[in-house]
């Protein structure tokens, strides 16, 4: 039988709990997968106001290490990227996908990536979200 926890770390993980009930992480016999992370703030909790898309991107990025640091995990752990864009003014995703090529290379990772461009995200401030799934070795 499959055994699996369910985390919440750090402010973010405790506000999703508290406001929305879910869980940040959850591990399934060493799969772990995180839900959705955008390039918020980690320290004020706030959503991307006029930042470049690129900030957001690498925000998102950020924060995804910090919920695999949370479980003893890193980037070089994630098997699986999703992300998910909201069209820039031009109506395409360019420079949001550049950003998240850039965040691999740069992260010494090359995950299969899946992604999607998306008429709306949780909050309307959000332009990008990214979900991962990874493996304990």
């Given amino acids: 039988m499959a055994r ?6 750090g402010p973010w993980g405790e506000k999703g709990i508290r406001e ?6 959850m591990e399934v016999d060493g799969r772990v997968e995180l839900s959705g992370q955008g390039g918020w703030r980690p320290d004020t909790l ?5 930042i470049p898309i690129e900030t957001e991107v690498a925000r998102a990025f950020d ?6 640091d949370s479980v003893g ?12 864009h909201v069209p820039e003014e031009d109506g395409q995703i360019t420079r949001a996908t550049a ?9 010494g990772v090359r995950p299969v990536w899946t992604c999607l ?8 401030k959000m ?8 493996f304990r070795d």
């Fill in 117 to 124: 461009g998306v008429a709306a995200l949780g909050d309307p």
């Fill in 46 to 50: 706030d959503f991307p106001v006029g």
């Fill in 127 to 134: 332009h990008v979200e990214v979900r991962v799934t990874a």
């Fill in 4 to 9: 699996f926890t369910l985390h919440a770390p």
């Fill in 63 to 68: 924060n995804v290490a910090f919920m695999l």
């Fill in 73 to 84: 995990l890193n980037w070089s752990n994630v098997a699986h990227v999703n992300s998910y």
């Fill in 99 to 107: 950003e998240v090529g850039r965040q691999f290379r740069q992260r």
């Fill in 20 to 25: 929305y009930s879910y869980s940040m992480v």
